[in-house]
C-alpha cells in the first residue's frame, strides 16, 4: 500500500497516531494525533522531543496537497511554524483551523497569508474535536458509529460546505492582539 507523499515528506514529526493511513475517499490520507513543529538540535542522532508540538492534531492530505488541517497550539505565533512544516502543500483552497491558547475567548479570526486563509479560533476548556463538530454542525452521536477514517471524511466534507464568516484581520493584528500563553494543566487531550 501506498501512502501520501505528504506524509512521506512530515515523517518523523507525526507523533502519538490515534489514527494514520488511508481514508475512504479514494487518495485521501488522514492523520489524528500530535505534530512536532520545532525540534532541538540532533547529537549523535538520537531523537529528542519536539520543543514546540502542536496537538489534537487532524489533517487531511490529497496527494501533495493538504485539504484539511485543524490542531491547538499554545501561541498563535506557532502558526508560521506550522506554515513552515506544510510549506506548498497548504493551498487557497485547503480549509485550516488553528485553535490557539492565547486567543482571547471572544474573538475568531480568518487570516489571509500569501494567499492561504487560514480560520483562528479560542481554545478554553474544550476539545479541537469537539469544537469542531460544532463549528461545522456534525452530530457526535452519528460520528460515534464510524471508524477513524469515515470520522475524518465526514469532518473534511463539512469543512467543505462551510463558508467561515470570521472577520478578516491582518495577521500582524492577530499577532498583536493575542495574549501571554497559558499554563496548560489539566487541559483535555
Known amino acids: ?10 515523517g518523523d ?23 512536532g513543529l520545532r525540534f532541538p538540535p540532533s547529537v549523535a542522532g538520537e531523537k529528542r522531543p519536539p520543543e514546540i508540538k502542536a496537538d489534537q492534531v487532524i489533517f487531511a492530505a490529497e496527494g501533495e496537497q493538504l485539504v484539511f488541517l485543524t490542531l491547538h497550539v499554545e501561541s498563535l505565533a506557532h502558526l508560521d511554524l506550522i506554515r513552515e512544516t506544510f510549506g506548498s502543500a497548504l493551498t487557497p483552497a485547503g480549509k485550516y483551523f488553528i485553535f490557539a491558547g492565547n486567543v482571547d475567548i471572544s474573538k475568531k479570526y480568518q487570516l489571509d497569508i500569501e494567499g492561504i486563509t487560514f480560520h483562528v479560533l479560542p481554545l478554553d476548556e474544550a476539545t479541537v ?7 461545522f454542525y456534525l452530530e457526535k452521536n452519528e460520528l460515534k458509529k464510524l471508524g477513524n477514517d469515515a470520522k475524518i471524511d465526514a469532518i473534511v466534507t463539512a469543512a467543505g460546505a462551510s463558508r467561515g464568516g470570521f472577520p478578516l484581520v491582518p495577521y500582524a493584528q492577530a499577532l498583536a492582539e493575542m495574549g501571554p500563553v497559558k499554563v496548560a494543566e489539566n487541559r483535555p487531550v
Do not use: H, Q, V
Not at 1 to 10: A, E, G, K
Not at 13 to 35: M, N, Q
Open 1 to 10: 500500500m501506498s501512502t501520501s507523499p505528504l506524509f512521506s515528506t512530515l
Open 13 to 35: 514529526k507525526l507523533l502519538s497516531p490515534t489514527f494514520s493511513g488511508p481514508t475512504r475517499k479514494a487518495d485521501r490520507y488522514g492523520f489524528r494525533g500530535e505534530l
Open 129 to 135: 474535536y469537539n469544537e469542531i463538530l460544532d463549528l
